[in-house]
């Protein structure tokens, strides 16, 4: 069912099993997961059955840091940000979740077998194909298509699957109104989430409709899945009970914000002789179709190994056309030339980079309110050195792999840290509500309940305690059916 | 260990040096008619028949020197191979196509073994860091 604040009177009083905040690729998920299983799931969308611009200036968000355009990105329709979304997706590596010593703060609560029967699931939801992502999965296909990846003994190559990409509001919604067990109410807008006087549970949440109507929803849990800023900013700002936000007792809440900085790191020339990976099927940077439609693109990435022996973080980079000519491209070029015998490409590197949580990127509430008398989110964010020291060092072991390969010639622009190119996000909001076990490091515990609430759960990339290099979509919808299976196995 | 006589690579150098200075375009030899060319020459004929921006490589070799230096001796004896005994020779009768094929194989050594220079930014294994640099100075 569905349901519209414009045209349909809310209720003053709803109740659900469930209650699901956002209507996103994690709310809808975990909906259409949860329905047939004998709850009542009821989800709460601000905004309306497409993008609307006064739904999206309830998610404005003032940034200091970097220069960095937070409010650009986010949606509030059904549907959420796929509405806007690339379509990227790749799941998490092992090494993404365990801890790292040079990574304080890393470490998930389980390791990435915990959440492989859940991915193929989300590769159906994200309509991105049933097959691993594996290289060696697809090279025969790849062989045929006439196109080669580079496989060194410290580069390999990451094959990322493209989405058509799903907008969940056009594809689902009428999965959604089909569901009998699920409603689903547009321009419904959370404002306040009410504890229990003892703050050890939620027992309702106030909304908002389209005309100031006021309602209550109450269920038996709640779920959040509105998004790396909207969450902790809905927590920080239900400050009825606890004064310092919901589950934030410990100051975490909105703390250790990280995204995927993408920057263009160097510029390399890059050996003609190699052929279809840098001719007309250019694998690094253009999607490649191959033989059942589905699209990859590919991003060269350091092993694992070198990522540890290294201390630094992972990276995945593209080669796209060439951005900026620096000194003696031309010299580089026709030396490379000369000495391979063919005609060089002279290609940008642009890296996507892991960041390091670190607890001062925070989401704060500022000082401004929306129409609705919420506080908006202040969002503070930088790229620091270690991150970029790291950086510069993983794009030196690219260029002397790829020397070393006799692939190309490069010239990196992250030597001097004071010249740092620009950093761009990759509109990837993630870890302001982090997960961990230990309440004192983490907002909400391995199944996403915020500690200290027995019915409060987080869905989405607020969780992620780190954030490995891949797009987080598809990481997203598997925790999301996940915490399905968790919530209808825990109302049985 | 290679034999090169230091003395009469400079001494040919600046006979070559004085035939630049009238006209001669090395590039006009072709790209293998280096083999009657002796000491310096033949190490600037081989470079012109090889380099196809010859004034590019040379403004990146005037970079190079930086970190190679100037002694265009010892740089045409890095850059031949170890088991050349005459440098000078092997330059002359290399072949455009040879030539490539050593350097090629050098700079991946070059890499994996971490030999490595900084020209500019770009990151030139030494070999061909020397190539520059050398090019640039007997051009």
């Given at each position: 069912?569905?349901?519209d ?6 209720p ?11 209507a ?14 004998g709850?009542?799931?009821?989800v ?6 497409g ?19 937070a409010s650009?990105?986010?949606?509030r ?16 590596d ?7 010593d ?18 193929p ?13 594996d ?12 196109v080669?990846?580079i ?9 990322y699957r ?6 969940f ?14 409603a ?11 504890a ?11 909304v908002?409709?389209?005309d100031?109507?006021r ?12 998004g ?22 410990r ?10 900085p ?27 179709p191959?033989?059942?439609?589905v699209?990859?693109?590919a ?9 540890a022996?290294e201390e630094?973080?992972?990276?995945a980079v ?17 030396l490379?030339s ?5 005609d060089?490409?002279v ?7 892991e960041?390091?949580?670190v607890?001062?990127n925070r989401?704060?509430?500022?000082s ?12 503070h964010w930088?790229?620091g050195?270690?991150d ?7 794009v ?8 070393r390969?006799?692939i190309g ?8 840290l004071?010249q ?20 004192t490091?983490g907002?909400?515990d ?7 609430m ?5 869905a989405?990339?607020?969780v992620?305690p ?6 987080p979509?598809?990481t997203i919808v598997a925790l ?13 | ?13 600046a006979?070559?040096?004085a ?12 790209r ?5 060319a ?22 990146l ?6 970190s190679?230096?100037d002694d ?13 005994t005459?440098p ?8 455009n ?7 090629r194989?050098r700079?991946r050594?070059?890499?994996?073994a971490?030999?490595?220079l ?6 030139l ?13 007997v051009?």
């Amino acid at each position: 069912m569905l349901f519209d604040t414009e045209t349909d009177a809310i209720p003053p009083e709803l109740r659900a099993d469930i209650a699901v905040v956002g209507a996103g690729p994690a709310g809808i998920s975990l909906a259409l997961a949860l329905a047939g299983r004998g709850l009542e799931v009821l989800v709460l969308e601000s905004g309306g059955p497409g993008i609307e611009q006064q739904a999206d200036e309830l998610l404005e968000v003032t940034v200091s840091g970097e220069d960095y355009p937070a409010s650009d990105t986010r949606v509030r329709a059904l549907g959420g940000t796929s509405n806007v979304w690339g379509g990227r997706a790749h799941p998490l590596d092992p090494q993404d979740l365990r801890v790292r010593d040079w990574v304080p703060d890393s470490g998930w609560p389980f390791d990435l077998e915990e959440l492989a029967g859940w991915y193929p699931g989300a590769q159906e939801i994200l309509e991105v194909g049933p097959e691993p992502f594996d290289v060696e999965h697809w090279a025969p296909r790849l062989g045929r298509a006439g196109v080669s990846v580079i496989e060194t003994d410290r580069l390999s190559t990451a094959l990322y699957r493209l989405s058509p990409p799903t907008n969940f509001g056009e594809r689902y919604r009428d999965e959604l109104v089909a569901a009998p067990d699920v409603a689903v109410w547009l321009r419904a807008t959370v404002v306040n989430i009410v504890a229990a006087p003892d703050g050890s549970a939620v027992s309702a949440l106030e909304v908002v409709s389209a005309d100031g109507d006021r309602s209550v929803v109450e269920a038996a849990v709640f779920v959040l899945a509105t998004g790396g800023l909207e969450v902790p900013r809905l927590l920080l700002a239900s400050r009825d009970i606890e004064p310092a936000g919901i589950g934030n007792r410990r100051d975490l809440v909105g703390r250790y914000f990280m995204e995927h900085p993408h920057l263009d790191v160097a510029t390399a020339v890059l050996s003609g002789s190699l052929g279809e990976p840098f001719g007309e099927g250019l694998l690094y940077g253009i999607g490649l179709p191959v033989e059942d439609s589905v699209p990859a693109l590919a991003h060269l990435v350091l092993r694992p190994e070198v990522v540890a022996d290294e201390e630094i973080v992972p990276v995945a980079v593209t080669l796209v056309d060439v951005q900026q000519m620096p000194p003696h491209v031309d010299a580089v070029r026709a030396l490379v030339s000369d000495i391979d015998g063919s005609d060089a490409w002279v290609r940008t590197l642009a890296l996507r980079g892991e960041q390091v949580p670190v607890r001062e990127n925070r989401v704060t509430l500022g000082s401004e309110v929306d129409r609705f008398g919420v506080p908006r989110a202040h969002l503070h964010w930088e790229v620091g050195a270690t991150d970029r020291l790291r950086y510069a060092r993983a794009v030196e072991i690219i260029a002397d792999e790829l020397g070393r390969a006799g692939i190309g010639v490069v010239r990196s622009q992250l030597s001097d840290l004071d010249q740092f190119p620009t950093v761009a996000g990759g509109h990837h909001h993630m870890g302001t509500a982090r997960m961990h076990e230990d309440p004192t490091r983490g907002v909400v515990d391995a199944d996403g309940r915020v500690h200290g609430m027995s019915n409060l759960y987080v869905a989405g990339s607020a969780v992620f305690p780190t954030s490995g290099v891949a797009n987080p979509t598809l990481t997203i919808v598997a925790l999301a059916l996940r915490l399905a299976d968790h919530l209808a196995g825990g109302s049985r | 260990m290679k034999r090169i006589s230091r003395r009469a690579f400079l001494a040919v150098g600046a006979g070559a040096g004085a035939l630049i200075a009238g006209g001669l375009v090395l590039r006009g030899r072709g790209r293998g008619g280096c083999a009657a060319a002796e000491g310096v020459d033949a190490v600037r004929c081989r470079l012109a028949a090889f380099l196809s921006d010859a004034d590019g490589v040379s403004a990146l070799g005037e970079v190079s020197r930086r970190s190679n230096g100037d002694d265009v001796a010892a740089l045409a004896v890095a850059i031949a191979p170890a088991s050349a005994t005459d440098p000078e020779r092997w330059f002359a009768t290399v072949g455009n196509d040879g030539f490539g094929v050593h350097l090629r194989a050098r700079a991946r050594a070059d890499f994996a073994a971490g030999e490595v220079l900084i020209v500019d930014g770009w990151r030139l294994s030494r070999t061909e860091s020397q190539v520059c640099a050398l090019w640039s100075l007997v051009r």
